[in-house]
């Protein structure tokens, strides 16, 4: 599974166990409380694999932002929730932050090694002191 498509499935589990939250009725119900614990366990487990190939800020900016601005969308549409101009505007704002966020880099590879610092200024692991 690429990391990508990793962080997708993330987010579609995230947003299946939200509005199953709506279903749960306080958890008492057991179809939706187990849709919701599952939605949220795997949503969790595969961002902490993410987590491992991608920097922690990026990752769960786009699951938040991603995940906020599809419930919404799923309340709007499938669950008869109002969408005024405030509320598309602000998933507006989300978006443009999550494209952002991916747009701008970190200056760090998969590994957390800064990729913008030139080599000459960086210490050798043994010349670092304690």
Known sequence: MTI?????????????AAVALRYAAGLTRPGPTALVIIG???????????????PT???YAVWAGA??????????LALG???????????????AGVVGLNLSGDGRD???AATDVPAS???APA???R
């Open 67 to 76: 995940g906020t601005a599809l419930v919404a969308v799923v309340g709007t």
């Open 121 to 123: 200024t960086v210490a």
């Open 110 to 112: 998969a590994t957390g």
């Open 40 to 54: 949220y366990g795997i949503a969790f487990w595969l961002l902490s694999r993410v987590v491992q190939h991608l």
């Open 127 to 129: 010349e670092v002191s």
């Open 81 to 95: 929730e109002s969408m005024s101009w405030v509320k598309a505007a602000s998933l507006a704002l989300i978006i």
């Open 4 to 16: 990508w498509f990793m962080l997708a499935a993330a987010i579609a589990a995230e947003v299946t």
């Open 57 to 59: 800020s990026v990752t």
